[in-house]
C-alpha cells in the first residue's frame, strides 16, 4: 500500500536559518505529492504540489521538487521566519477521488 | 469558489456522553468527503471517507460512526464517547486529488 515518511520533530531553528524537511514515499503508479501546513489551533491548508516526476512546487517562499528516482519530496525554505512556526505534513495522492496518504507530521519552531 | 464548514471549534464532552460533529461543504458538487483525527503530538489518522450519499467507509475499527445524509453533509457520531476519543478531528473534501480541510473540532472528553 502506499505510505510516507517524514523526518520526526521537532526542528527547532533560529530566523533566517535554511529549513529542510524530508519526505519520502512508497507508491505504486504516479501520485500526486503535497505538502500540508497546520498552524496552532487551525486545520491544514495545502502549501504546494507536485503532479509528476521532477515538477517543483512553490509557495511562500517554500520549495520541493518530486524526485521518482529517489521517491523523495523534500520541503526547502532558504530563510524561515518566526511565522512559519507550524507543524508540516507530507501527502500523496492517487487518482481522482481517492484519499490522501498523510506523513505524520514534522513540528517546526523557529525562534527569533 | 468552494468553502467548508466545521463546527463546533471546541467541545469538552463527558465520558459515555454521545458525540455529534458537522461539515459542510459549499461550491460544489458530490465532493468525497474525509473525517481524520489528530491525536496529540500524532499525525493523521483517516477514520472515514465517502464517495456519495450514504456510502461511507471505515478506515479504522472504532468507537464512532459517520453519516453522509446530503451530497454536502458529512457528519460524525459516536453514541458513548470514550476518554480515547479525545483529539482534533479535521473534516476535508477533494475532486480530485487534493483536499481542502476545515478549521477542526478540538474535543476533550473528560
Known amino acids: 500500500g502506499n505510505s510516507v515518511t517524514q523526518m520526526e520533530g521537532p526542528v527547532t531553528l533560529s530566523e533566517e536559518a535554511f529549513l529542510t524537511i524530508n519526505c519520502t514515499y512508497t507508491?505504486?503508479?504516479?501520485?500526486?505529492l503535497f505538502w500540508y501546513v497546520q498552524y496552532p489551533g487551525e486545520g491544514l491548508q495545502l502549501l504546494l504540489k507536485?503532479?509528476?516526476?521532477?515538477d517543483k512546487g512553490s509557495n511562500k517562499g517554500f520549495e520541493a521538487t518530486y524526485r521518482k528516482e529517489t521517491t523523495s519530496f523534500h520541503l526547502e525554505k532558504g530563510s524561515v521566519q518566526v511565522s512559519d512556526s507550524a507543524v508540516y505534513f507530507c501527502a500523496l495522492g492517487k487518482a481522482a477521488g481517492n484519499k490522501l496518504t498523510f506523513g505524520g507530521g514534522t513540528r517546526v519552531l523557529v525562534k527569533p | 469558489s468552494q468553502t467548508i464548514h466545521q463546527w463546533p471549534a471546541t467541545l469538552v464532552q463527558p465520558v459515555g456522553s454521545p458525540l455529534s460533529l458537522e461539515c459542510t461543504v459549499e461550491?460544489?458538487?458530490?465532493?468525497?468527503l474525509y473525517w481524520y483525527r489528530q491525536a496529540a503530538g500524532r499525525g493523521l489518522q483517516l477514520l472515514f471517507y465517502s464517495v456519495g450519499i450514504g456510502q461511507i467507509s471505515s478506515e479504522v475499527p472504532q468507537n464512532l460512526s459517520a453519516s453522509r445524509p446530503q451530497d454536502r453533509q458529512f457528519i460524525l457520531s459516536s453514541k458513548k464517547l470514550l476518554l480515547s476519543d479525545s483529539g482534533f478531528y479535521l473534516c476535508a473534501w477533494s475532486e480530485v486529488a487534493e483536499a481542502f480541510f476545515g478549521q477542526g473540532t478540538r474535543l476533550t472528553v473528560v
Open positions: 507508491a505504486t503508479g504516479y501520485p500526486s
Open positions: 507536485a503532479t509528476k516526476a521532477d
Open positions: 461550491g460544489t458538487s458530490n465532493p468525497n
